[in-house]
C-alpha cells in the first residue's frame, strides 16, 4: 500500500496544476484500507508558503473541533480572522525601492559571471535539452542539528547561516571560483504589523555575493555569511 500511494503521489505531482483554471489546487481522497485514508492536498507554490499551508491546515482542524463541539452541545470558541493578503501586496507594492536598488548596486559592483569552463556550466540534472531540475531530499539527524545549533551558539550565528556557508562552499568548488552569488529565501512578513498570521505566498529570495577564500575558516564563513544575508533581509520585499 504504501508504495502505491508514493507512486500515486509521484504521478499527481506530475499532473501539475491549470494555473488559468478556477483553482490553483486540488483535495484528493485516497481509501487505503476498512480503517485507513489518505486526504492529499495539492497547491501549486504561486498559492501559498509554507508557513501559510500550516496556517489553512490549523484552521481546518479549528473547524473540525468545532463541529464536535457543537455536536457535543459545547460552547464553540471562534478566532480572528486572518488578516487580507491584499495588505501584503499593497505594502510591498507601495514601498521605496530606491534604497533597495543602490544597496545591491553596490553589493554586486565588479561581479562576474563563472565562464563556461566552470563547472556549473556542465551541471545539468534535466534531460535531453540539458536544463531541468531535480528535487534531492537529504534527511538531517537530531545529532547532526544538535550540534549545529551548538556550533552556532559559541559563534552568535544560526543554523541557518551554517547551510549557507556550506552552500557558498559548494557552489565556489564547482564554480572554481572564491566569489558566488546565489539566492536566499525570506520570510517575508515584515511588511504589515500583523503579517504571522496571514495567508498566501509571502516570501521572497534577495541575491547574496559571498567570498569563499580557500583559507578561510568555518568561523570566518559563518561571519561572512552573517553580515551581508542581514544587510539584504533589510531590502527583501516585506
Same mark, same amino acid.
Given at each position: 500500500?504504501?508504495?502505491?500511494?508514493?507512486?500515486?503521489l509521484h !504521478?499527481?505531482?506530475?499532473?501539475g496544476?491549470?494555473l488559468i483554471?478556477p483553482?490553483?489546487m486540488r483535495l484528493s481522497?485516497?481509501l487505503?484500507g476498512?480503517r485507513?485514508?489518505?486526504?492529499v492536498?495539492t497547491f501549486?507554490h504561486?498559492?501559498l508558503?509554507?508557513?501559510s499551508?500550516a496556517?489553512?491546515l490549523e484552521?481546518?482542524?479549528d473547524?473540525y !473541533? =468545532? /463541529?464536535?463541539e457543537?455536536a457535543?452541545?459545547?460552547?464553540v470558541k &471562534?478566532?480572528?480572522?486572518?488578516? @487580507?493578503?491584499?495588505? &501584503?501586496?499593497?505594502a510591498v507594492?507601495?514601498a521605496?525601492?530606491?534604497?533597495?536598488?543602490?544597496?545591491f548596486?553596490? /553589493?554586486?559592483?565588479?561581479?562576474?559571471?563563472?565562464?563556461d569552463?566552470?563547472?556549473? @556550466?556542465s551541471f &545539468?540534472?534535466?534531460?535531453? @535539452?540539458? &536544463?531541468g531540475?531535480?528535487?534531492l531530499?537529504?534527511?538531517?539527524s =537530531?545529532?547532526?542539528?544538535?550540534?549545529?545549533?551548538?556550533?552556532a551558539?559559541e559563534?552568535?550565528?544560526t543554523?541557518?547561516s551554517?547551510l549557507l556557508?556550506?552552500?557558498?562552499?559548494?557552489?565556489s568548488?564547482w564554480?572554481?571560483s572564491? !566569489?558566488?552569488?546565489?539566492?536566499?529565501?525570506r520570510?517575508g512578513?515584515? =511588511?504589515?504589523?500583523?503579517?504571522a498570521?496571514?495567508?498566501?505566498?509571502?516570501? @521572497?529570495?534577495?541575491?547574496?555575493?559571498?567570498r569563499?577564500p580557500?583559507?578561510a575558516?568555518v568561523?570566518?564563513l559563518?561571519r561572512?555569511?552573517g553580515?551581508?544575508?542581514?544587510?539584504? =533581509?533589510?531590502y527583501?520585499?516585506?
Amino acid at each position: 500500500r504504501d508504495a502505491a500511494l508514493t507512486e500515486w503521489l509521484h !504521478d499527481d505531482r506530475g499532473k501539475g496544476l491549470d494555473l488559468i483554471g478556477p483553482s490553483a489546487m486540488r483535495l484528493s481522497l485516497l481509501l487505503l484500507g476498512p480503517r485507513r485514508s489518505a486526504l492529499v492536498w495539492t497547491f501549486h507554490h504561486a498559492l501559498l508558503d509554507g508557513r501559510s499551508s500550516a496556517i489553512v491546515l490549523e484552521e481546518a482542524l479549528d473547524g473540525y !473541533d =468545532a /463541529q464536535l463541539e457543537v455536536a457535543s452541545g459545547a460552547a464553540v470558541k &471562534h478566532k480572528a480572522e486572518p488578516p @487580507s493578503f491584499r495588505r &501584503h501586496v499593497e505594502a510591498v507594492n507601495g514601498a521605496d525601492t530606491s534604497g533597495a536598488r543602490q544597496f545591491f548596486i553596490e /553589493q554586486f559592483a565588479g561581479w562576474e559571471r563563472p565562464d563556461d569552463s566552470s563547472g556549473l @556550466s556542465s551541471f &545539468h540534472l534535466g534531460r535531453g @535539452s540539458g &536544463h531541468g531540475h531535480q528535487e534531492l531530499e537529504f534527511r538531517l539527524s =537530531a545529532d547532526w542539528f544538535a550540534s549545529a545549533e551548538r556550533r552556532a551558539a559559541e559563534t552568535r550565528s544560526t543554523v541557518g547561516s551554517i547551510l549557507l556557508a556550506g552552500w557558498a562552499v559548494l557552489l565556489s568548488r564547482w564554480a572554481d571560483s572564491d !566569489d558566488v552569488v546565489f539566492g536566499a529565501v525570506r520570510a517575508g512578513r515584515h =511588511a504589515v504589523p500583523d503579517a504571522a498570521r496571514m495567508v498566501g505566498c509571502l516570501i @521572497s529570495t534577495v541575491p547574496l555575493r559571498l567570498r569563499v577564500p580557500p583559507e578561510a575558516t568555518v568561523d570566518d564563513l559563518l561571519r561572512s555569511v552573517g553580515i551581508p544575508t542581514r544587510l539584504a =533581509a533589510g531590502y527583501a520585499p516585506g
